[in-house]
């Protein structure tokens, strides 16, 4: 993947050559393949060009099944999080959540709660 910003008509070219690829399959399996397409490429961010999909849009990254909590889709909390001392009482990270970034976009403990059991049990980020 190049650094370097697409030009409208180059992102059209691109589009049409992936079109061109899925124009025999049936409506749903090219769905499927533009899925995986996506999931590929977010993986491949991750690995190879880390930091780089942080600003994308948060449904094209990979996630476990379920409801998506207010945390999974506020990437700048997810990180701060990340950053605090694992062993910290959830009362002491909520406070913390709420000094950084207020107490209206901040979820409830019990929220934070349920979040640090999805993610951390699974060592996902």
């Known amino acids: 993947m190049s650094s370097k910003r697409l030009s409208t008509a180059e992102i059209q070219a691109h589009a049409g050559t992936v079109v061109n690829g899925l124009i025999d399959l049936k409506t749903g399996d090219g769905v499927r393949v533009l899925c995986e397409a ?6 491949r ?12 849009n948060v449904n094209f990254l990979p996630r476990k099944g379920g409801r998506m909590l207010k945390l999974d889709m ?5 990180s701060f999080i990340y950053g605090l001392d694992r062993f910290m009482t959830i009362k002491a990270m909520h406070e913390k959540l709420v ?3 207020g107490a209206k976009r901040v979820p ?3 929220t934070l709660r349920s979040y640090l059991k999805k993610h951390r049990a699974g060592g996902e980020k």
């Open 38 to 43: 996506l999931s590929l490429v977010v993986m």
């Open 45 to 56: 961010s991750e690995t190879e060009f880390p930091g780089s999909i942080q600003s994308g």
């Open 74 to 78: 506020d990437l700048k909390q997810k």
């Open 99 to 101: 000094e950084e970034f």
């Open 108 to 110: 409830s403990e019990n």
